[in-house]
């Protein structure tokens, strides 16, 4: 599963969950992948000390929901 900006659909609405989870502040749960669900993607990615670019691909996607919360 990849998503990034201009996605949109459930597996998105699962991404800001998590986002929801891990940061402040919260974002829309709407399942469309905007600006604000990539700024928030991007500063998981560099807490995680990951490449920031805001794509939710296989690598961000297992540390987003197997990591601590």
């Not at 990849?2 to 998590?18: I, L, N, Y």
């Not at 469309?32 to 991007?42: I, K, L, N």
Request: aromatic share 8%.
């Amino acid at each position: 599963m990849t998503v990034r900006r201009g996605s949109k659909g459930e597996a998105v609405k699962g991404v800001q969950v998590r986002m929801n989870l891990r940061q402040a502040p919260p974002i829309a749960v709407d399942g469309d992948f905007g600006p604000r669900t990539e700024q928030a993607v991007r500063e998981f990615q560099f807490g995680q000390g990951f490449d920031t670019d805001g794509i939710v691909g296989p690598i961000t996607w297992r540390r987003c929901v197997s990591g601590p919360v």
